[in-house]
């Protein structure tokens, strides 16, 4: 488990391209999908008599900002301007601490 976390830390550029290669792999249409595409697919998977219903909740002005925004973004690579943030890596070993423990 640490040791996992430790690779995440050391790479986290190579590991978010990973992470969006296997979404690329599975759905070669995720990196174009935006929220309205998910809240039209959500209506359809309602039944037909409750379909009105939902529509009228996903036509709701509070959904505008978001609709145009892709569901999966292209994210910059984290990490590569700055150090972690010790809030976020608590607990995590990093190579320069005196323990580190193998896993």
């Known amino acids: 488990m640490i040791h996992a976390a430790n690779e995440a830390v050391r790479q986290p550029c190579l590991n978010l391209r990973i992470a969006q290669t296997y ?6 249409k995720m990196a174009r999908r935006t929220w309205q595409d998910v809240m039209h697919e959500f209506v359809l998977t309602k039944a037909e008599n409750s379909r009105p219903y939902c529509q009228r909740g996903v036509d709701e002005a509070a959904f505008d900002p978001l609709r145009p925004l892709k ?33």
């Open 71 to 103: 569901v999966v973004p292209q994210l910059p690579c984290p990490g590569s301007a700055r150090k972690p943030n010790n809030k976020v890596f608590r607990g995590v070993v990093f190579p320069s601490s005196a323990e580190s423990v193998d896993c």
């Open 23 to 28: 979404l690329a792999a599975s759905d070669e």
